[in-house]
């Protein structure tokens, strides 16, 4: 990497981890500046203005999460075993940043009466996820892994609520219990849709990690 | 009510409505006298701080919550008629507040990471409806509508994660599917459980409004 790459690459991990504490509204190029011991003419040398920090923050996340959760479940079996495998990673990925917390969730709840490119941005990615689920689910049918008639649009909505109850239980009620009880759930919801014919379930595969 | 208790109550649905439109952070005793055309020291009469203010802003959503949610479903039958009344009237509630938010999901994720009194109190008003859900379904049991074997916290961890991704979908994502889809899953999830004894499951009263 050239010197301005690496400036810019450390500007915008810095960005992520305030925006991880305060959120995406919380960042201000002086409060980078600040931390990066640079000037604020700087930071706007790398970017453009405030907002245009604030989407690329949202664009590394999303490169993050796609390193972690999904690419890796591209390497599992079509059908039943990737779909488990993305909602292992989704899980873990958050049990692992339950200190920080997710963007895209607490970015939903900053941004759901902000209309705006940053929304626009957030929404992009949380929507291009929930697609990547129905995929796989779609696929796991395809396979014949799941019943021919599977509702796959309820089964992704299922799975992506018990990981927002998941966020609020372990965040604001501190409570732990979340991760056993989206595998009792998510076994309960793949067995009311399995083909007969299909293996036994994938376990997910969870890695909790204590606070 | 004397004169003193009316002003005190129309603060305190102004300074409701604002929390509902900028969160409970946005509140400020300025912010409020401004709307009311009071002085700031007229607003400090009747709440001794900015604290106090929020704290009553939070009692008068969870008083309003139970007289529209919980009091109503008293007039149930005990057991699968009264969880089920509980469930179509927060539902129901979520839709009807879509516009605004719910303060107890959007305060969870402005308080989970602040300590203190105002994030205590929200926890003691969220915990206390989590409680009164999970004493409904035991009851339930114990009026054998539900098998004996019933994980009555898992149930009650499935229903309140649907509702967090109702406010999710139709809030941030525009969806407004998630009703349609608590529906099936609630279903679902009490066919799972239902004593073979147990008369049809009672459908969920919904009304959706539509934004």
Redesign the interface.
């Known amino acids: 990497m050239r010197k301005g790459e690496q400036t810019r690459a450390a500007i915008l991990d810095t960005a992520l981890d305030l925006a991880s504490?305060d959120g995406l509204e919380g960042l201000t190029i002086g409060l980078i500046a600040d931390r990066m011991q640079m000037s604020k003419s700087g930071v706007f040398a790398h970017f453009g203005s405030r907002e245009d920090l604030q989407i690329a923050v949202i664009q590394e996340y999303h490169r993050r999460f796609e390193d972690e959760v999904f690419l890796p479940s591209l390497l599992e079996d079509r059908g039943l075993p990737r779909l488990s495998a993305m909602y292992s990673g989704w899980v873990t990925r958050h049990t692992r940043e339950i200190d920080s917390?997710c963007m895209y969730?607490?970015g939903?709840?900053?941004?759901?009466?902000r209309p705006g490119p940053i929304r626009d941005e957030l929404?992009s990615m949380?929507?291009a996820w929930q697609k990547a689920l129905l995929r796989a689910a779609r696929q796991a049918v395809g396979e014949g892994h799941l019943l021919a008639d599977t509702?796959c649009?309820?089964l992704v909505?299922?799975m992506?609520?018990?990981v927002?109850?998941l966020h609020?239980?372990a965040?604001?009620?501190g409570d732990r219990?979340?991760v056993e009880?989206i595998e009792?759930?998510y076994r309960?919801l793949i067995d009311?849709y399995r083909a007969a014919s299909a293996s036994t379930l994938p376990r997910l595969k969870l890695v909790q990690v204590v606070r």
């Open positions: 504490r917390g969730i607490s939903a709840v900053e941004y759901d009466d929404l949380v929507t509702d649009e309820q909505f299922e992506r609520a018990m927002l109850a609020h239980d965040r604001f009620i219990h979340a009880r009792r759930g309960r009311s």
